[in-house]
């Protein structure tokens, strides 16, 4: 799948309670293009990420995807999100959760089965109960959910943690084939990883 879409975020101002968090943000992501977004604890970052996936309210501010001179407000099926910390039914095997999860998501193109998504992110005991994994196998079947549906826009939070050096390739594997398919990722980490040179940096700053 090619995608063509620019990310556009215009007037943003986020608030939490009475706190400020982000104000009069704006930002234009092309597609192909990776963004990491960095800055101290309590400046946003997850908060902008929720924010363009959908999930979290605006109080101002707009967010537009222009795709073949067509220029329309993000719709969420638009964008694959992962958190930082993996909401996973542990009642639910692997497998189970995948088809759970297969079902509930309305508007999105398929892309993988779940069974080559399982394979690629090397899960090899679909019916094991998600309360026996460990912290890195849930956050590779988190991440499973990112080739279930085509979506030009990959917001990921903290995508590297918990991971084995083994895992972390494979992430950045889906990622770099996601960018050079026209794909835009914005995520954040505070670990490094392999080719982050190719991303642009965006600082947030704390507002007092």
């Not at 638009?78 to 542990?90: D, K, Q």
Request: aromatic share 6%.
């Amino acid at each position: 799948m090619k995608y063509n879409h620019t990310l556009e975020i215009k007037g943003l101002k986020l608030q939490r309670g009475l706190k400020l968090i982000l104000s009069n943000y704006n930002l234009t992501v092309n597609a192909g293009q990776a963004i990491k977004v960095s800055g101290p604890n309590g400046c946003g970052k997850t908060s902008l990420l929720r924010t363009i996936a959908r999930l979290n309210r605006m109080n101002e501010g707009k967010l537009l995807v222009t795709s073949n001179a067509e220029t329309k407000p993000l719709s969420q099926n638009l964008v694959n999100f992962i958190g930082h910390s993996p909401s996973i039914a542990s009642d639910l095997s692997i497998e189970q959760y995948l088809k759970f999860y297969s079902e509930i998501t309305d508007g999105k193109v398929k892309y993988h089965s779940i069974e080559d998504s399982l394979s690629i992110f090397k899960i090899q005991t679909p019916l094991q109960l998600n309360k026996n994994l460990s912290a890195g196998q849930k956050q590779r079947l988190s991440l499973c959910k990112l080739l279930l549906f085509e979506a030009p826009i990959w917001i990921l939070d903290e995508p590297f943690n918990s991971l084995d050096v083994e895992s972390q390739k494979i992430l950045e594997i889906q990622i770099e084939a996601h960018l050079k398919n026209g794909g835009i990722v914005i995520l954040t980490s505070h670990q490094s990883f392999n080719k982050e040179e190719k991303f642009k940096k965006i600082c947030l700053e704390q507002i007092s």
